[in-house]
Each structure stands twice: as structure tokens, then as C-alpha cells.
């Protein structure tokens, strides 16, 4: 039985990208997360998150964290986190949250976990299913429960090795007799690596990363399929004009392998990989994403971003080429809400093909 995808990571996969992800790498050095003396430990950083898309309409989130270090005297410790957030639209879709991330044992553990609950109205194109179906997008409204949690130890230099697991469950309702109504659960472990040599977890403005994962869905684990997901992502950077401006680039690959339903294809999503697209128009079981973006510092806590990327989505690499190219670009506006861990809120206006969104949140996108 098909099953549609409905965002499941909307909001946290913001919140997560921007703050969290980022958080994965080794990254600082040479006190980058140094904290005055006297200075307070705990600090909050808090927005409300307006946005728009052509599909959720007009929307927005609270979120609300926390960072803080777990040993304020260690000055290349980076800050744990902990989150919550909430998330309402112009189509009465909702989302609510929590997270926590933390970096232990000077920093030679890192251990995340979120939950989260809601109801999604999105769209999507029959046409991706394969031939015969209709080339339109169909509303349907999805509930979901998610739950995820991963660990990982350096092993050596800056390497890092760990263990995942993820569970989510959705209960799909069409407005069209076209797909039938549905519920499945998908659980499985994973491993993960990552290696790091960025010179700041929240702001880089040198270096690289390579970060990757790989989740094992089957009914050994309650899972209604049996399939792989493989994320794999890199990226680097590279400071110019007396580091006021940082050259940004990144290139994703999501793929599914074996059975994969249709709610475990890759969605091209601007919270999650390319700016500039609606989650739900296209999805497939494998992504590519290619994308680069100028950060420049122009006065004190202000920035500004200019952004542009490419991607394919397909059953198979083999299946995208030149023809199926998705561009996207778009700019931004950066404040640093807190100088210390140069954790920045952004607002990025992004268009794509036929499709644009504007995207509010804590962090840099990558």
C-alpha cells in the first residue's frame, strides 16, 4: 500500500539544520567557544518563525533554546542545546516539539534526541508514483509521530563513529478516491560517521566536513517495509576579504534502497536541503543536491547571503540528467542574537521552478 510522506521533519529538520546538525562536527580549537569570566553560562536565544509557502500558505513557529556548556571552563567545548518549538499554518497544519544535544566528556561524546507530533496538510504529484498517473497535486492531510535519538564517540583524530534510531508513524487522509487512506510505522538502527575539520561548529568560516548515516528499517524492529536510507553530505568552506565574507558550498545525497515507500522517498524541501521549494512536488528515491552560498559580514551583528544550487530527483542516479535540473537561488539576512558561539537568526527569500518560500530560523543553513 503507498504511503505519503508529509514533511515529517518540517520545522525540526529547521531547527535541527541550523543548530544541532551543525553541531556534529569536531570543529573550534584555540578557544573558539571561550566564555568571559563572569559571563553566564546559560543562554537563551528565542523568535518567532513567520514564513510562506505556495503550499502550507501563510505560517509560523515558535522556537525557544537553549545553549549552554557542560564544562564552562574547557574553551573548546562546544555548547549542548536543548529546544522546543511549536508550529502553526495558514492551512491549519500543526507541529510541536522538542530536542536536546549535547557534547560531553570534552567532547568526545556527542548524544541526540527529539520527538515530535503533528498534523500536516501538504501536496503532492501523483505522477511520481509512475505512469498513468495524473500530472496534478493532490491535498491530503497526515498525523505523525517521530522519534529519534543517535550517539557517537571520537575514535580518532577527527573522526567520529556512533549508533542511530529512528521510529515515526503516520496516518494518511486523501481528498481524492485516486490514493487510499493509510497508516504504517517505520523503525529502524543505524550507524553513523562523521569527520570535521571546520574551524567553528555554528559560523565556519574555514574547512570542511563529511557527514553520513545509515538507517536499517525492518519488521525485525516493528517496521511495516524493509529498506535502507542513506544520507550522505560534505561541505566546505573558505574565508575572503579579511574573513568579513565566507564562500559556503555543500553537496547532499538522500537514496532509499530495497522497499521503499512512498513515505521514505527523498522530498526536495527548502528547511532541509535546496532553498527554494515546497516540501511535496518532488520526490523520488534518490536526491542530489549541489549548492553555494556567500556570507558577508557588513556591519558588527548584521549579514547578508546570496545562494544559488541545483538538484535531481530520481529512482536512480542513472535517471537524472541536464533535462531534470531543479535550479534555485535566492538571498538573506543575518543577526547574531548571541556573539559568543556566533550562533546568527536568519531570514532567506528563496525561488525555485515554479515554486518559491521564505525561511526563518536559529543557524545557518549549512
Known sequence: MMTVRIGLLLILLVIISGTATAQMGMGGGEGAYALEEGERNLKFAGIPIPGYSDVLGFNVAIVVMAYYKMDRNDADLPPSSTGIFGFYSENKSWMGGLFQKFHLDGDKWRVTAAYMNGSIKYQFNPAAIGPGFPDVFLDYTSGNNMIFAQGSRRTWDKLYLGLAALSWSSQNTFGDDLITDDEETYTGPGILAEWDKRDHIMYPTD????????????????????????????????????????????????????????????????????????????????????????????????????????????????????????????????????????????????????????????????
Open 207 to 366: 574547512g570542511m566536513y563529511v557527514d553520513g548515516r545509515l538507517l536499517f528499517f525492518s519488521d525485525t524492529f516493528g517496521s511495516d517495509r524493509d529498506f535502507q536510507k542513506l544520507n550522505l553530505e560534505t561541505g566546505g568552506y573558505e574565508a575572503v576579504k579579511d574573513s568579513t565574507g565566507v564562500l559556503a558550498g555543500r553537496v547532499l545525497y538522500e537514496a532509499g534502497f530495497d522497499d521503499v515507500p512512498f513515505s521514505g522517498q527523498s522530498v526536495l524541501n527548502g528547511n532541509r536541503n535546496l532553498r527554494g521549494y515546497s516540501n511535496g512536488r518532488y520526490r523520488a528515491d534518490q536526491l542530489l543536491v549541489l549548492e553555494t552560498e556567500y556570507r558577508w559580514k557588513f556591519h558588527r551583528r548584521w549579514g547578508a547571503v546570496a545562494f544559488a544550487g541545483v538538484a535531481w530527483s530520481a529512482d536512480e542516479l542513472s535517471q537524472m540528467s541536464l533535462g531534470d535540473t531543479l535550479p534555485a537561488s535566492g538571498i538573506g539576512l543575518r543577526w547574531t542574537m548571541i556573539p559568543t558561539y556566533k550562533i546568527n537568526a536568519r531570514i532567506d527569500y528563496g525561488w525555485g521552478k515554479h515554486d518559491q518560500a521564505i525561511y526563518i530560523a536559529i543557524g545557518e543553513a549549512y
